[in-house]
């Protein structure tokens, strides 16, 4: 399994980037997808995720984000409007594949390698 993050950048503060998660050897749909991110000197914290019983999201993110699937191209993404400083991080995508799921991280089986995104104020 191998999961490709892109779409990270910079851009000020209320500007938007999209991110997209790439699959290869896992399709989508049948599992859970995250994303986690990781500021400057702090922990990995949990973002957004979707699975068959909806979408979830951090407080911190909620109203801002979206998460989508498109099952065709077994891609994941990551809308991010109204971005803040604070949401400056290297983002993650990662997969569960247990039934069951939420938003701790030792439930995820496969990660990928990041994606940066940068915002200026």
């Known amino acids: 399994v191998q999961l490709q993050a892109s779409g990270g950048g910079s851009v000020q503060a209320g500007g938007a980037l999209r991110l997209s998660c790439q699959a290869s050897g896992v399709t989508f749909r049948n599992y859970s997808i995250g994303w986690f991110r990781q500021a400057p000197g702090k922990g990995r914290e949990f973002v957004a995720r979707i699975n068959w019983s909806g979408k979830y999201y951090a407080d911190s993110v909620k109203g801002r984000f979206t998460i989508s699937r498109d099952n065709a191209e077994n891609t994941v993404s990551l809308q991010m409007n109204s971005l803040k400083a604070e949401d400056t991080a290297v983002y993650y995508c990662?997969?569960?594949?247990?039934?069951?799921?939420?938003?701790?991280?030792?439930?995820?089986?496969?990660w990928g390698q990041g994606t940066l995104v940068t915002v200026s104020s």
């Open positions: 990662a997969v569960s594949k247990k039934p069951y799921t939420s938003s701790a991280q030792s439930l995820y089986d496969y």
